[in-house]
């Protein structure tokens, strides 16, 4: 067993772990048939009027997920590594395998006023994009208008499980500009799991747990 001795080395790993267990993001969680006004803090497009670097993009990577835990979920490899377990179990048997397909999820970080807390907050939205995704809704009214972060929108959940659907509903846009100044977006990329390839079995299959992670996704 390795020993760790002298003030120093003890200091460094006590630092090391400190630093490993930190404040982890904070997700948006709704209940069934809860409503909440939010609003986006990044937008969706550079060119948008509103899109300050400072707050930067929200945006959409894809991800594989083991289908029988969801909580084994990391982001696609292909582009950076040119190869990804899950996407080879997949590729050699489609129909047998589909549910390690990967899919498209979006990221983005929000300005929560639920109703509750004294204060709004800030959370990170996370959902996977479907034709009845409210993706669709937050893509066309950026595609229309230009923004998404200069007016509150209003999310409710229904449902539970399976069964939820979302319904979110844009309010009109500010007529003063947004004061920033007090909020804190979290990092996006602290919302994904990034896997090294050699990992990724050991990871999808519970064998064993991956050196680069992140906090845990929580599924929309």
Known sequence: ???IVGLKNINALLDKKAEESGPKVKWLKLADGQAVKI????????DSANYDSKRGLAFVVKEHTNPKDYKRKAVD?????GRDWAEELY??????NSGWRGRLR??????????IEPNPY????SMGISKQSSFNVIR????????ISNLTWKLKRNGQGKETTYILLPSPPDKEPFNWTEVEPYPLEKALRRVPYAEQEAFYLGFDS????SATNIDW
């Open 106 to 115: 979006f990221y983005c970080n929000v300005l929560v006023d639920d109703g």
């Open 77 to 81: 490899t292909m582009d950076t590594e």
């Open 91 to 96: 590729r050699k048997d489609p129909k047998g």
């Open 1 to 3: 067993m390795n020993k």
């Open 39 to 46: 609003r986006f803090v990044e937008e969706l497009d550079e």
């Open 140 to 147: 066309d009214h950026a595609m229309e208008t230009g923004s």
């Open 210 to 213: 991956p050196s680069s992670t």
């Open 122 to 125: 800030v959370a990170i939205w």
